[in-house]
């Protein structure tokens, strides 16, 4: 079996508690205007170019066999429709300015790696956490990587957008420690606005594993715990009638004790220009301190859990 990642990030600090190794799946249901992983968002892979990397020695012109790189004098130009995604030029590119993301997995190679910084996990009593992408994607990937990581005796987290088949979070319940849940926005109209997709299959989702992991003979691990992750995004998600309807929605779920905000920021724009793809997300703008602040307040007094932010 094998599966779609586009990294494998070690000594991870944000996903999940201690040092961890975070693996990102390729491929996610959502289109997010903010999202920070562009490359990830298709199931393919996907090719970044950067110009201030180019030394314009026109090795990836002599490589393509689709034409999509050319030059005028210095000036080199790409010409993205006819490229394949094959790849054979960012293995050329000495200079590192193309660079191709997303490959091929299997489970025993993601755990192999994942292995590797052991001793950290138990000093710092971190893990493994899937992330994306979308884990709910790939379930049985998933799955297998999350079942090899528990018989090592790993902490295992999964991080989702909770846009899935109940059967996929079915099949990972067992196997996670932790889950990381992802929630944009509770106006279903306005989540698709901002996602592509409407609200109520997650939020479905999120209330079912609510309760299965407030079952004390459930199938879900001794312990598992829900955090809900939000994304705070000026003017999309902060208006105080979404904030009310978020308290209320922690409110109905007695698992979740813990939510972390994550103030948008803008320095995925980089990515989208590597792409050769333009920014949705042009017209957001960060939040301020004392706004995300004023937000965290408010969150935890109306839903009575502990706030954070970031990671
Ligand atoms: S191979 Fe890399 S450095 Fe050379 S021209 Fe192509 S992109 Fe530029
Ligand atoms: S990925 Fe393949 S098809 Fe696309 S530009 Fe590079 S060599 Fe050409």
Known sequence: MAGRIFDIQRFS??????????VFFQ????????????????AGPALFYSDRACLSCR????????????????????????CRLCGACA???????LE??????????????VLRDRVFYETSGGGVTL???????????????????????????????????????????????????????LDPGAHRAATGRSNERILQNLRYLDSVLRRDAGPAPVGARLVLRVPLIPAVNDTPEN????????????????????PYHHLQEDKYRRLGREYPGADLVPPDDAAVGAIREYLATKAGITVDVGG
């Not at 600090?13 to 975070?22: E, L, S």
């Not at 090795?59 to 210095?74: I, K, L, N």
């Not at 790993?154 to 992802?182: K, M, Q, S």
């Not at 309807?245 to 939510?259: D, F, K, T």
């Open 27 to 42: 491929g996610c249901p959502l289109r997010c205007r903010w999202c920070h992983n562009p490359e990830a968002v298709s």
């Open 243 to 262: 904030l009310e309807a978020l308290a209320a929605l922690i409110r109905e779920l007695p698992s979740v004790h813990e939510m972390r905000l994550l």
């Open 13 to 22: 600090v944000h996903d999940g508690p201690g040092i961890r190794t975070t």
């Open 100 to 113: 191709f993301s997303g490959r091929s997995a299997t489970p025993e190679e993601v755990v192999e790696v």
């Open 91 to 97: 293995e050329v590119c000495v200079a590192g300015a």
């Open 131 to 185: 992330s994306g992408g979308e884990p709910l994607a790939q379930p049985a990937f998933a799955r297998e990587i999350l079942a090899r990581c528990r018989t090592e005796g790993l902490h295992t987290a999964v991080d989702t957008c909770g846009e899935g088949a109940r059967e996929a979070l079915d099949a990972l319940i067992p196997l996670a420690d932790l889950w990381l849940f992802d929630v944009k926005h």
């Open 59 to 82: 090795a990836c012109e002599a490589t393509c066999t689709e034409a999509v790189h050319s030059f005028a004098g210095e000036e080199h130009r790409m010409c993205r429709e006819r």
